[in-house]
């Protein structure tokens, strides 16, 4: 296979996504490749936009706010340190089962099949080794953030002391606090971004069908960034921003008929709540289960929305990882394109 630049291995990529989904199209096996897709990219993470609360009299902001005083009991801290560790745990456990789904839609995707399963189980060494990876990644940036956070904790502590103290804290010593942080939390967003292309589209197809280590893997993957930093850095633009756009256009195509339909559920929950207000026995009963039957009824339409039109925007964008690499790792460009790589020989290096 042939290195194609960034811009155009988003055509191939839409071209495999196709053939991979559609041809032959078959619901059920959509539906769960696309519910695959969407739970190994990603896709369908919520972004929440701060906002700000106007205080009465002509919209004015108060300039001041109190902040309740805290005084956890022992039992109470014990609980809380109990369920968080639990949730650690039931949270790495989640994570591991995604790694090992990603190695094995990753095989799916390579070799143009529609069973989990084979990936699944020949990947399970590769998926462990790269599950650590990213834990260890992960406590490094952990750390790094406490580090970058050191210089603004004495601004925190002193807005605590006066939290403790029941006064009132001043909107402009909070926004000098908090305001200095935006652009390092803005540099960190962008590493983490970064981190995990390099991690997924470039270290783990070597990972996968070379056996590597982590350093081998990256080894391989600082020498192509090195030949090739331009398109290298135009890719991880482009990976960020084309998912990006295609899920806004997305959600604009969709948010009058999603609001119909939502406006529509509602209407109907809010009907049957109704004329069961007042029941009591099996009448309360039958109202219960009729509601409970509606609320399935749209939770399941929403969730095959949700796949229908979020598994082929993973897809692509794997996909289009797949291609861009593919064109500078031989072994998966062989994988991917085999005529191409019956043709061209084995002239170019691994």
Same mark, same amino acid.
Not at 10 to 36: C, H
Not at 41 to 62: I, K, V, W
Not at 129 to 148: D, P, Q, S
Not at 191 to 196: M, P
């Given at each position: 296979?042939?290195?194609?630049?960034?811009?155009?291995?988003?055509?191939?990529?839409?071209? +495999?996504?196709?053939?991979?989904?559609?041809?032959?199209?078959?619901?059920?096996?959509?539906?769960?490749?696309?519910?695959?897709?969407?739970?190994?990219?990603?896709?369908?993470?919520?972004?929440?936009?701060?906002?700000?609360?106007? @205080?009465?009299? #002509? @919209?004015?902001?108060?300039?001041?706010?109190?902040?309740?005083?805290?005084?956890?009991?022992?039992?109470?801290?014990?609980?809380?340190? $109990?369920?968080? !560790? *639990?949730?650690?745990?039931?949270?790495?456990?989640?994570?591991?089962?995604?790694?090992?789904?990603?190695?094995?839609?990753?095989?799916?995707?390579?070799?143009?099949?529609?069973?989990?399963?084979?990936?699944?189980?020949?990947?399970?060494?590769?998926?462990?080794?790269?599950?650590?990876?990213?834990?260890?990644? #992960?406590?490094?940036?952990?750390?790094?953030?406490?580090?970058?956070?050191?210089? /603004?904790?004495?601004? /925190?502590? +002193?807005?605590?002391? *006066?939290?403790? =103290?029941?006064?009132?804290?001043?909107?402009?010593?909070? &926004?000098?606090?908090?305001?200095?942080?935006?652009?390092?939390?803005? *540099? *960190?967003?962008?590493?983490?971004? &970064?981190?995990?292309?390099?991690? +997924?589209?470039?270290?783990?197809?070597?990972?996968?069908?070379?056996?590597?280590?982590?350093?081998?893997?990256?080894?391989?993957?600082?020498?192509?960034?090195?030949?090739?930093?331009?398109?290298?850095?135009?890719?991880?633009?482009?990976?960020?921003?084309?998912?990006?756009?295609?899920?806004?256009?997305?959600?604009?195509?969709? $948010?009058?008929? #999603?609001?119909?339909?939502?406006?529509?559920?509602?209407?109907?929950?809010? #009907?049957?709540?109704?004329?069961?207000?007042?029941?009591? @026995?099996?009448?309360?009963?039958?109202?219960?289960?009729?509601?409970?039957?509606?609320?399935?009824? $749209?939770?399941?339409? $929403?969730?095959?929305?949700?796949?229908?039109?979020?598994?082929?925007?993973?897809?692509? !964008?794997?996909?289009?990882? &797949?291609?861009?690499?593919?064109?500078?790792?031989?072994?998966? @460009?062989?994988?991917?394109?085999?005529? =191409?790589?019956?043709?061209?020989?084995?002239?170019?290096?691994?």
């Amino acid at each position: 296979m042939q290195p194609v630049t960034a811009v155009d291995s988003i055509a191939p990529a839409i071209e +495999r996504t196709r053939e991979f989904l559609f041809r032959p199209f078959k619901w059920s096996t959509y539906l769960k490749l696309g519910l695959v897709a969407i739970i190994t990219e990603g896709l369908g993470e919520n972004f929440h936009s701060p906002h700000l609360s106007h @205080g009465e009299g #002509g @919209g004015r902001f108060h300039a001041t706010t109190a902040l309740p005083s805290f005084h956890p009991a022992p039992g109470s801290i014990a609980i809380v340190a $109990a369920s968080v !560790a *639990l949730a650690i745990v039931l949270s790495l456990f989640i994570f591991y089962l995604i790694t090992r789904l990603r190695f094995a839609f990753f095989y799916s995707l390579v070799h143009s099949v529609k069973e989990i399963g084979p990936g699944w189980r020949l990947y399970r060494a590769q998926a462990s080794r790269f599950f650590r990876l990213n834990i260890v990644v #992960g406590i490094c940036f952990m750390l790094l953030m406490a580090l970058m956070a050191l210089p /603004f904790a004495a601004g /925190f502590w +002193r807005l605590y002391q *006066l939290s403790q =103290q029941g006064g009132h804290l001043e909107i402009g010593l909070m &926004l000098a606090v908090i305001l200095p942080l935006i652009p390092i939390v803005i *540099l *960190l967003a962008a590493a983490c971004v &970064l981190t995990d292309v390099i991690l +997924r589209d470039w270290m783990m197809p070597h990972m996968a069908m070379d056996d590597a280590t982590a350093g081998e893997a990256w080894r391989q993957v600082r020498a192509r960034i090195t030949a090739e930093k331009k398109q290298f850095i135009v890719y991880a633009i482009l990976r960020v921003v084309l998912p990006t756009i295609a899920a806004i256009g997305v959600f604009l195509l969709l $948010a009058l008929p #999603g609001f119909m339909l939502a406006g529509i559920v509602a209407a109907i929950e809010f #009907g049957v709540y109704s004329a069961f207000s007042g029941a009591t @026995g099996v009448s309360w009963l039958v109202g219960v289960v009729v509601e409970i039957f509606f609320g399935v009824v $749209a939770f399941v339409f $929403a969730l095959l929305a949700s796949i229908c039109v979020g598994g082929p925007l993973s897809t692509g !964008a794997r996909e289009y990882a &797949l291609i861009f690499y593919g064109g500078r790792y031989k072994t998966l @460009g062989d994988v991917l394109y085999p005529a =191409q790589a019956i043709a061209g020989g084995s002239s170019r290096p691994a």
